[in-house]
């Protein structure tokens, strides 16, 4: 339909990371849910395709690869659109605003980076979060990697970190699962928006993805999206 070739006929193949709660994540049954899901399930029903979801590490997501080479469709992975990831990725128009936030052991207050001199900050691989570290030196702190979001909010939970950067969206939702063991203490405005990510190139996708987003936009089915996965 539309002039769209899919890498696997009948279907829209989606990379994204596990876990991104409430983006993408495992429901109690395996089964992968959440923000990003459900609008990739509405561009598919728009194709008359199945959602195959694949489950890769962020670095062949941001990286652009894992469409150029056709593992993938589309990204699906609470990406933020920016220029260099534009440089290798087809990005949607966005479909989500987001800042960085740090989350600290319930009592501590880090208010800003510097607070963290001589301590530790964990961050997640390929991200704009470690992106944000790396670039202020004046935290005088060493960072710490973690390849996925669940690894990087243990570390913080166990006291192998003093804090820990990521998107606020997902801080929030881990406060959540985690109640009154830690808190948002900060957040630094950069921002960002998310899109969903496709093949340099890949016109006729990006047009009915595009096209997709206006229509759950105007039609209410985005905020029936945001009410269930983000709240009120
Ligand atoms: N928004 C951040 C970025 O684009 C983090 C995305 C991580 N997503 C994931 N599914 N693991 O770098």
Same mark, same amino acid.
């Given at each position: 339909?539309?002039?769209?070739?899919?890498?696997?006929?009948?279907?829209?193949?989606?990379?994204?990371?596990?876990p991104?709660?409430?983006?993408?994540?495992?429901?109690?049954?395996?089964?992968?849910?959440?923000?990003?899901?459900?609008?990739?399930?509405?561009?598919?029903?728009?194709?008359?395709?199945?959602?195959?979801?694949?489950?890769?590490?962020?670095?062949?997501?941001?990286?652009?690869?894992?469409?150029?080479?056709?593992?993938?469709?589309?990204?699906?992975?609470?990406?933020?659109?920016?220029?260099?990831?534009?440089?290798?990725?087809?990005?949607?128009?966005?479909?989500?605003?987001?800042?960085?936030?740090?989350?600290?052991?319930?009592?501590?207050?880090? !208010?800003? $980076?510097?607070?963290?001199? *001589? @301590?530790?900050?964990g961050?997640q691989s390929?991200? +704009? =979060?470690?992106? /944000?570290?790396?670039?202020?030196?004046?935290?005088?702190?060493?960072?710490i990697e973690f390849q996925d979001l669940a690894s990087l909010t243990q570390a913080l939970?166990?006291?192998q970190?003093?804090?820990a950067?990521?998107?606020?969206?997902?801080?929030? !939702?881990? $406060?959540?699962?985690?109640? *009154? @063991?830690?808190?948002?203490?900060?957040?630094?405005? +950069? =921002?960002?928006? /998310?899109?969903?990510?496709?093949?340099?190139?890949?016109?006729?996708?990006?047009?009915?993805?595009?096209?997709?987003?206006?229509?759950?936009?105007?039609?209410?089915?985005?905020?029936?999206?945001?009410?269930?996965?983000?709240?009120?």
């Open positions: 339909a539309d002039g769209v070739s899919l890498v696997s006929p009948g279907k829209l193949t989606v990379c994204t990371h596990l991104f709660a409430p983006f993408q994540v495992n429901d109690d049954s395996g089964k992968t849910v959440g923000f990003d899901i459900d609008l990739v399930n509405l561009v598919a029903k728009r194709l008359g395709a199945q959602t195959a979801i694949i489950d890769t590490p962020f670095e062949g997501i941001k990286s652009g690869e894992d469409m150029a080479t056709g593992k993938c469709d589309i990204a699906a992975a609470g990406m933020t659109i920016t220029d260099a990831r534009k440089e290798a990725i087809l990005f949607s128009e966005p479909y989500f605003d987001a800042t960085q936030a740090l989350l600290v052991p319930e009592g501590e207050d880090v !208010e800003s $980076l510097e607070e963290l001199e *001589g @301590k530790k900050l961050a390929a991200t +704009t =979060g470690l992106d /944000y570290a790396q670039a202020h030196p004046e935290c005088g702190c060493e960072i939970m166990t006291g970190v003093d804090a950067i990521n998107d606020l969206p997902v801080w929030t !939702e881990a $406060l959540k699962a985690n109640p *009154g @063991k830690a808190s948002i203490s900060t957040q630094f405005d +950069t =921002g960002e928006q /998310y899109g969903l990510g496709m093949k340099l190139g890949n016109k006729s996708l990006k047009k009915v993805v595009d096209e997709v987003l206006a229509e759950a936009k105007s039609d209410g089915s985005y905020d029936e999206i945001y009410k269930e996965w983000i709240g009120d």
